[in-house]
């Protein structure tokens, strides 16, 4: 048990009155090998019942094993980010491009808000109110998603850790998300077959073969620049999707050198992709007039190092230059567009929406459904036409049995 006393000279049967403070003092978890600790409180009945309060709820958290460390609790919000990020064997560090991903989370999104605060002063209503500030600024209801999971994350470990003593993003998960994570595209934002050919052309040569692995096999750009001979099975018409272009490499930092990740968005292990007639002519094309680099036999190489990846940086100033060219510019197209278009084209070619899911790298068929669903040709005559036959065959089924009644 915990004890209410007061470090003064004055006689026990004076400190209801005396003006020296309370101290409640209490042995942690482990009985006579527990740390003693001690808490001050104001002088006077006020302060009297405040340390009989903390006495008791000591107790009560060591019966219940929710005891925490009063210290533990007092660190801030950066400072446990900062075990967290580094937290692990070296096994288990994160790759440079993560680190710098969460590192550039914590500054644009958390710092402000979180950062000072003792974390166990945070609670669900805390984080509710940073998730409509962030709405309030007009972030994309999917990125705000995704910075609450690492949120959640972090808090998850501060609490096994035994450094708060609840998780506050559990209370704030109560409310459930209004807007979608995706949203349908606009038919309008789907280049036609005529636009990706003019886009093809105008594009520097190099990277012309990059257009029809986007358009022909789904490919995100990351994953469209780190293509290599290796993984391209060309007797089964198939190519291994398992890496991407990260945008920190050789130099450190944002921009300031590229390197390969071997695992893409939703994936450790990646995906088979087939590789359409037009996709494979410009593949040979592009090794047969630029050859390819590495043990791997990478496609494509910085225009400036040797024995280096090209940036999205790059490519995303030839696209820009194609699409003007292309007499494109009122269009709004992004590299993304050619995804689109590959979706839509195999939505219209009859391939089924969980097969489409596989082939673009998406976490599940949902997504897929949420993005494209609505470009499925005649979908809703088709659901009317469904549910008609259906009233028609139990209709036919009900006069059958009345007759042979």
Same mark, same amino acid.
């Given at each position: 048990?915990?004890?209410?006393?007061?470090?003064?000279?004055?006689?026990?049967?004076?400190?209801?009155?005396?003006?020296?403070?309370?101290?409640?003092?209490?042995?942690?978890?482990?009985? &006579?090998?527990? &740390? %003693?600790?001690?808490?001050?409180?104001? *002088?006077?009945?006020?302060?009297?019942?405040?340390?009989?309060?903390?006495?008791?709820?000591?107790?009560?958290?060591?019966?219940?094993?929710? @005891?925490?460390?009063?210290?533990?609790?007092?660190?801030?919000?950066?400072?446990?980010?900062?075990?967290?990020?580094?937290?692990?064997? #070296?096994?288990?560090?994160? $790759?440079?491009?993560?680190?710098? %991903?969460?590192?550039?989370? @914590?500054?644009?999104?958390?710092?402000?808000?979180?950062?000072?605060?003792?974390?166990?002063?945070?609670?669900?209503?805390?984080?509710?109110?940073?998730?409509?500030? %962030?709405?309030?600024?007009?972030?994309?209801?999917?990125?705000?998603?995704?910075?609450? !999971?690492?949120?959640? *994350?972090?808090?998850? @470990?501060?609490?096994?850790?035994?450094?708060?003593?609840?998780?506050?993003?559990?209370?704030?998960?109560?409310?459930? &998300?209004?807007?979608?994570?995706?949203?349908?595209?606009?038919?309008?934002? !789907?280049?036609?077959?005529?636009?990706?050919?003019?886009?093809?052309?105008?594009?520097?040569?190099?990277?012309?073969?990059?257009?029809?692995?986007?358009?022909?096999?789904?490919?995100?750009?990351?994953?469209?620049?780190?293509?290599?001979?290796?993984?391209?099975?060309?007797?089964?018409?198939?190519?291994?999707?398992?890496?991407?272009?990260?945008?920190?490499?050789?130099?450190?930092?944002?921009?300031?050198?590229?390197?390969?990740?071997?695992?893409?968005?939703?994936?450790?292990?990646?995906?088979?992709?087939?590789?359409?007639?037009?996709?494979?002519?410009?593949?040979?094309?592009?090794?047969?007039?630029?050859?390819?680099?590495? #043990?791997?036999?990478?496609?494509?190489?910085?225009?400036?190092?040797?024995?280096?990846?090209?940036?999205?940086?790059?490519?995303?100033?030839?696209?820009?230059?194609?699409?003007? #060219?292309?007499?494109?510019?009122?269009?709004?197209?992004?590299?993304?567009?050619?995804?689109?278009?590959? $979706?839509? !084209?195999?939505?219209?070619?009859?391939?089924?929406?969980?097969?489409?899911? !596989?082939?673009?790298?998406?976490? *599940?068929?949902?997504?897929?459904?949420?993005?494209?669903?609505?470009?499925?040709?005649?979908?809703?005559?088709?659901?009317?036409?469904?549910?008609?036959?259906?009233?028609?065959?139990?209709?036919?089924?009900?006069?059958?049995?009345?007759?042979?009644?």
């Amino acid at each position: 048990m915990g004890s209410i006393i007061k470090r003064c000279d004055c006689p026990v049967t004076a400190w209801d009155r005396c003006p020296h403070p309370w101290v409640t003092r209490w042995r942690e978890p482990g009985g &006579r090998s527990g &740390r %003693q600790r001690e808490k001050t409180f104001e *002088s006077g009945a006020t302060g009297k019942k405040l340390a009989a309060k903390w006495e008791r709820k000591v107790e009560r958290d060591k019966d219940t094993g929710s @005891y925490i460390d009063p210290e533990q609790s007092k660190r801030t919000f950066a400072d446990v980010w900062d075990e967290w990020l580094n937290a692990g064997s #070296d096994e288990d560090q994160l $790759a440079v491009s993560s680190r710098a %991903q969460y590192v550039s989370i @914590y500054k644009n999104h958390y710092a402000e808000f979180f950062g000072p605060r003792p974390i166990a002063s945070i609670t669900g209503s805390d984080i509710t109110k940073w998730e409509t500030l %962030q709405k309030e600024k007009g972030y994309k209801p999917y990125g705000i998603h995704t910075r609450k !999971v690492v949120l959640a *994350s972090l808090f998850k @470990y501060a609490w096994t850790a035994e450094i708060i003593p609840r998780n506050p993003c559990k209370k704030a998960e109560a409310r459930k &998300r209004r807007d979608p994570a995706y949203r349908p595209i606009d038919p309008a934002e !789907v280049p036609t077959s005529g636009e990706v050919e003019a886009i093809f052309e105008e594009i520097k040569p190099y990277y012309r073969s990059v257009v029809w692995s986007m358009a022909g096999c789904g490919l995100r750009v990351g994953e469209a620049l780190a293509l290599c001979e290796q993984k391209w099975e060309q007797g089964t018409g198939f190519v291994k999707v398992n890496a991407q272009l990260s945008s920190f490499g050789a130099n450190e930092g944002a921009g300031r050198g590229t390197a390969i990740r071997d695992e893409v968005k939703w994936s450790r292990t990646g995906r088979k992709v087939p590789v359409p007639e037009i996709t494979d002519e410009a593949w040979r094309a592009h090794i047969a007039t630029y050859g390819t680099w590495g #043990d791997e036999g990478w496609f494509y190489e910085s225009e400036t190092y040797a024995n280096r990846f090209p940036s999205r940086t790059t490519f995303a100033v030839r696209w820009n230059k194609a699409i003007e #060219d292309a007499g494109l510019g009122h269009r709004g197209l992004t590299p993304k567009s050619l995804r689109h278009y590959f $979706a839509s !084209v195999a939505i219209a070619a009859g391939v089924p929406l969980p097969e489409l899911a !596989v082939w673009m790298g998406h976490a *599940s068929s949902k997504t897929t459904e949420q993005v494209y669903i609505h470009l499925l040709p005649g979908a809703e005559e088709r659901i009317k036409g469904a549910v008609a036959r259906a009233v028609a065959r139990d209709l036919s089924e009900s006069l059958s049995r009345i007759r042979t009644a």
